[in-house]
């Protein structure tokens, strides 16, 4: 088979720009030398599998979010599920209830709301942006209702045990968080890119009428993926109540907007039919990989407030720097 030279430009430029983004983050932080320890630190393995862990979180709910989004919807109410989630998981184990029951009672709960929330916008054919938005503000409701709006945590006598469910690790390193993060990465990636399911999203996300009179069943395929979407909400939100062995119903206050400019960075399109796990995985790790070096570098302490903006500018970049690239694309065409 001849190889075209000419095909690997325009393979490489059609990465996601959040891929670059990563590489020029890991540059730049190799050329700083003003405090070693500081250069130290960001290379080691240590800050690897934190930056891992600390993300995979992010991870576990983006990757249900961009099923719903390939599918020409939209989630809001993940942030909801995953503080009532992790809130009804210690209220459930401090009752007695033994820790597998009451992460499958979270799950459980998680793919109902999902399909109400399916039910809603897509059954009802209503906004989902609206109806999920909506949806968070009542479960983060319900939550402070649970808790009278106060941090709780789990029993001493159960804490060790729901402590070892995110925080155990593997070999002496690596965190059972990051490997629930990697298996739903991978099963998000083999949905998508290898079952009939994971093309119909991507033909209804594209153009949902043609999907319709193509034979596609865009009811029941368009649903499913807020049911995805609220287990993998709900499974984020027991881990990081066993990460952090508390729950609180502000944990999930700008989840929801965090995780869907994180995908939408990586490449994953608001308007469906566009994207996959791994570009939303790219995304999601890139805000975390900036959110590190700003740390590792203590710009806060010099200018406070500027971490933010400048993470704000460079995804208004990324998406502006996509959305261009595309329309040329169309241009050409």
């Known amino acids: 088979m001849a190889i075209n030279m000419k095909e690997y430009p325009k393979r490489i430029f059609s990465l996601p720009k959040a891929f670059f983004a990563v590489l020029l983050v890991i ?21 690897f599998f934190d930056l891992l862990k600390s993300n995979s979180i992010y991870l576990i709910l983006g990757m249900g979010q961009t099923i719903v989004l390939v599918a020409g919807g939209i989630d809001l109410s993940i942030g909801g599920v995953m503080t009532l989630a992790g809130i009804i998981a210690i209220r459930l184990i401090n009752s007695g209830v033994p820790i597998p029951v009451a992460f499958l009672s979270c799950i459980i709960l998680g793919a109902l709301i999902g399909a109400i929330n399916a039910l809603i916008s897509v059954y009802q054919k209503t906004e989902p942006f609206i109806i999920t938005l909506g949806m968070g503000v009542l479960l983060t409701g319900v939550a402070q209702q649970f808790t009278d709006a106060r941090p709780i945590s789990v029993d001493p006598i159960y804490s060790e045990s729901f402590l070892h469910l995110a925080n155990y690790k593997i070999f ?162």
């Open 27 to 47: 540059f730049v932080m190799s050329l700083f030398n003003l405090n070693e320890n500081t250069k130290t630190e960001f290379f080691s393995n240590y800050n």
């Open 172 to 333: 002496g390193q690596i965190p059972v968080l990051v490997i629930v993060m990697l298996v739903v990465v991978a099963v998000t990636y083999w949905i998508l890119s290898s079952t009939s399911f994971g093309r119909n999203c991507y033909a209804i996300g594209g153009d949902y009428e043609v999907a319709k009179y193509s034979g596609i069943n865009v009811l029941r395929n368009k649903s499913w993926p807020y049911v995805i979407s609220g287990v993998t909400a709900a499974i984020g939100g027991v881990m990081l109540s066993s990460q952090l062995n508390a729950g609180n119903s502000i944990f999930g206050d700008v989840t929801a907007l965090y995780v869907v400019c994180a995908v939408v960075v990586g490449g994953t399109s608001v308007a469906g039919g566009i994207g996959g796990a791994l570009k939303s995985a790219i995304g999601l790790i890139l805000l975390g990989l900036l959110t590190n070096a700003f740390n590792m570098l203590r710009i806060d302490s010099l200018v406070p407030y500027l971490p933010s903006g400048l993470q704000g500018l460079i995804i208004v970049g990324i998406i502006w720097l996509d959305c261009y690239g595309r329309k040329r694309k169309r241009e050409e065409v």
